[in-house]
């Protein structure tokens, strides 16, 4: 039992040869060292610090939005993309940023939102909520 | 009976061995996929997307080649019941995760077939643990 | 011997999740492929009670707003079969699309994950969708490109604009014949543009499918009181105040 813990350990240890020299390889990527979608995500603290220059864009279904949502979002899913665009850019303010934002947490229409507007509509600043509406109510009532 | 524990351990090896190199030539996807669990931070995922793939690849040749033998089954095993709770947990969280076992290859991989794999996998590790050359 | 044990014990982790449930799916994935006219994909999800007991189908969950799910209203009884139908609107998507609907029973433990997958076919790729020039910009003409994608076979592209004063010009390429070049220029920058632009192939033939782009010219001040349709950018500095 003891001989099977050690060759264990020594596994565990010889892993680590390798991978430290990847790791000094990549050392100064800035890829590294923030995660490559949090370029892209933004935590509700920050969206918020960002005041009146986001544009917050709500990507659930309609009724959901007619249900309520961000104070000053539009809404822009991809049920009606073509229909609901125009009313988005003509908003849009080149400096500023927009947040998207879908249900909570596991729905990524906000994900698929974000990134047609990044790479069909040439947007830049373009961020998620990963929490959603769901994290914006919790902290409303709070 | 050391020809089942060849082509068992070949096998299983074979796979680790595949998984591991998949991932090891693009760590930062990698890191990437582990964020997606929201499991870990992303500075501890990275470096777990830095190790990882290495330790594969040793246990994979560690099996192939039955050296360290015991040792390599027990982690293996052990990696796998790792993974195959991220995944659960992920699902039960409702993330829809690729699971990134196999880099962008198992980006079609339903939770099922998932779970088939690493069952097998379990199977075999357990096999291999019994038939194991006990004196080494 | 403890490993032994330890292993047997975590071999059950792999069986208690798969002994769940006594609905046994004929499938657990739907590829979809709907036409370029199709306004829905239907999935089929079949399943069969193997079990001795009845079964209940307590919730059917669709992942999102677009895909709805129409469960059974009583429990399935043992050896009964049914069917789970999940209806994807597409929409104004594009591309492959891929939904989960998470089915529960009244069984402890047996969730089932099925997924639709509909590639939804790319009749045109019109990049950029959007043109934008800022006051500050000088407004030359800017192009869109249209490709066509798979082997639709679309010749022409009619293409308008709902500003008139946004001209565009449609050409096909010479070269690649699956690729179009729209130019787009703005005539006035006086007041600030938002147009859309019509973009429409000419397939398929009876049921004319449209795509959008969009243009937005904010407004030039040094131009702002200029009414003369000839001026040009820097022809009136006198005017302004």
């Known amino acids: 039992m003891r ?81 609901l665009l125009p009313a988005v850019l003509a908003t849009w303010k080149p400096a500023g940023k927009v947040v998207v934002y879908c249900s909570r947490k596991s729905c990524n229409a906000s994900h698929g939102v974000a990134e047609r507007l990044r790479n069909e509509a040439g947007l830049k600043n373009v961020y998620v909520l990963p929490g959603g509406w769901e994290e914006w109510e919790e902290n409303a009532h709070r | 009976m050391r020809i089942v524990r060849l082509i068992l351990a070949l096998l299983v090896g074979a796979v680790f ?66 993974f195959v709770g991220a995944t659960i947990w992920a699902r039960a969280q409702g993330i829809d995760v690729s699971c990134g076992c196999f880099g962008t290859v198992s980006s079609n991989l339903t939770l099922t077939w998932h779970l088939v794999l690493n069952g097998g996998l379990f199977l075999a590790l357990g096999a291999l643990w019994f038939l194991r050359p006990v004196a080494a | 011997m403890k490993i032994s044990l330890a292993f047997a014990g975590s071999l059950l982790l792999f069986v208690l999740p798969l002994r769940a449930s006594s609905l046994t799916w004929e499938n657990l994935e739907a590829d979809l492929h709907p036409a370029i006219t199709d306004k829905e994909a239907v999935a089929h999800f079949k399943y069969k009670n193997t079990g001795d007991q009845p079964v209940r189908i307590t919730a059917v969950k669709p992942s999102c707003g677009c895909t709805t799910a129409a469960p059974p209203n009583e429990p399935v009884a043992p050896g009964a079969s049914g069917e789970i139908t999940a209806t ?127 243009v937005r010219v904010d407004a030039h001040p040094e131009n702002a009181p200029a009414s003369s349709p000839a001026a040009s950018p820097a022809a009136t500095p006198a005017a302004t105040p």
């Open chain 3, 88 to 214: 994807f609107h597409i929409g104004d998507r594009i591309g492959m699309q891929t939904k989960t609907i998470h089915v529960t029973t009244d069984e402890p433990g047996s969730n089932t994950t099925l997924t639709l997958k509909a590639d939804v076919p790319k009749l045109l790729e019109i990049n950029p969708t959007f043109l934008y020039w800022s006051k500050v910009q000088p407004v030359t003409p800017r192009v869109i490109l249209a490709k066509v994608g798979g082997d639709f076979a679309v010749t022409k592209l009619e293409v308008s604009s709902s500003d008139s004063d946004v001209k565009v010009e449609t050409s096909a390429d010479p070269k690649d014949k699956t690729q179009f070049t729209i130019t787009v220029t703005p005539k006035k920058t006086n007041r600030p543009l938002n147009a859309m632009l019509k973009i429409q192939p000419d397939f398929p033939k009876d049921t004319p499918k449209m795509f959008y782009a969009n």
């Open chain 2, 17 to 82: 061995l595949y998984a591991g190199a998949l991932k090891v030539m693009d760590p930062l996807r990698f890191a990437s996929d582990i964020s997606n669990y929201a499991l870990l931070s992303w500075s501890l995922g990275v470096r777990l997307a830095f190790y990882l793939p290495w330790l594969e690849i040793i246990l994979g040749l560690a099996l192939i080649f039955q050296r360290l033998f015991a040792g390599a089954i027990v982690l293996t095993g052990g990696l796998i019941l790792l």
């Open chain 1, 3 to 83: 001989g099977v813990l050690r060759q264990a350990v020594l596994l565990i240890g010889l892993a680590f040869l390798p991978a430290i020299g990847q790791a000094l390889y990549f050392r100064g990527n800035p890829a590294v060292l923030a995660k490559p979608a949090d370029a892209h995500e933004v935590t509700l603290a920050e969206a918020k610090g960002w005041g009146q220059s986001v544009l917050w864009l709500d990507a659930r279904p309609h009724e959901e939005f007619d249900s309520g949502h961000v104070p000053g979002a539009l809404s822009l899913n991809e049920d009606d993309w073509n229909g």
